[in-house]
């Protein structure tokens, strides 16, 4: 499986990624965008299986990509890792199409939760 | 039937060593976080991340600010770099620091939600300097220790119409 990762912070990006790892996902390929304007050419250019993807950011925010990406009925999984998650934000993000809605600080164990039934 | 209390700026304060606390043992791994004193004054000379808060009722930034090498060591702590790791870069100390920051602001809004639901946050700016005081800003401060490491978290309240239009207060080099 193919998972992008997007975040404006190069710091967090690492974080997702030695997440990933740690909660047994280390084999599958992962990419980066900073954003959502970067994060849509990756998707156009090449389909990733999922994207995991930060909600505040320049340039485009992780509502606007993924509403771009069903608009465009790319057909990739598509769940936020943000710091924020009112049950505003999660009842958005799901309407929106989002699968799931991580909120930091995360954990492990929640990393695995939200990813195993789609992942598997 | 009344609605919510507006909040003070003890209200802020409060949730955000509870967000510090949060941030502190949940993506830091540290033990917590003890309050050492309060203050009602910004500090001098410290360096730390700014993100603005904004909502119907307040103009705000939260910050954690401390000495340049304790940022060093709590952006190291986020990566899960140590002390034998080289120091971060300037952009990648900013980015690390800033991140904390950023969540400690959602975990802040979350736990305000109820009393404010139209809480919306900015993005993360690091400031290796100090505030200056004006007309119209109010503040509060909390010294905390995290771990082994002395940090200030900081509330800045703008008050007067048009900064908080604009959101924006002067930093000035330290």
């Known amino acids: 499986m193919r998972i992008l990762i997007v975040d404006d912070s190069k710091a967090m990006r690492a974080i997702v990624m030695r997440t990933l790892r740690q909660a047994g996902y280390g084999d599958h390929k992962v990419e980066e965008a900073g954003n959502g304007v970067e994060a849509l050419k990756a998707i156009r250019a090449s389909a990733p299986d999922l994207v995991l993807c930060d909600w505040n950011m320049p340039e485009m925010n992780g509502l606007e990509l993924l509403q771009a990406i069903r608009a465009e009925r790319a057909p990739v999984k598509f769940g936020f890792v943000t710091s924020e998650g009112s049950p505003e934000m999660r009842k958005t993000a799901k309407e929106s199409g989002a699968l799931f809605l991580i909120a930091k600080p995360f954990t492990v164990d929640g990393f695995r939760a939200a990813l195993d039934p789609v992942i598997s | ?174």
């Open chain 2, 1 to 174: 039937m009344t609605g919510p209390q507006p909040l003070s700026l003890r209200d802020w304060l409060d949730a955000l060593v509870a967000a510090t606390e949060e941030v502190a043992v949940c993506a830091l791994g540290l033990d917590g976080v003890k309050v050492l004193e309060l203050r009602d004054q910004p500090p001098v000379g410290l360096a730390g991340s700014y993100l603005a808060v904004l909502s119907d009722q307040a103009s705000v930034h939260v910050a954690l600010v401390a000495r340049i090498e304790d940022c060093q060591t709590l952006g190291k702590t986020l990566l899960a770099l140590g002390p034998e790791d080289p120091p971060l870069a300037p952009a990648d100390l900013a980015d690390a620091f800033g991140e904390i920051v950023n969540i400690l602001a959602g975990s802040l809004k979350s736990k305000l939600a109820d009393r404010d639901a139209t809480m919306r946050l900015g993005l993360p700016i690091f400031i290796n300097g100090h505030i200056t005081p004006s007309p119209g800003l109010s503040t509060a401060t909390a010294r905390l220790k995290l771990g082994s490491i002395e940090a200030e978290a900081m509330i800045l309240r703008t008050s007067d119409r048009r900064a908080r239009k604009a959101g924006e207060f002067l930093a000035v080099p330290g």
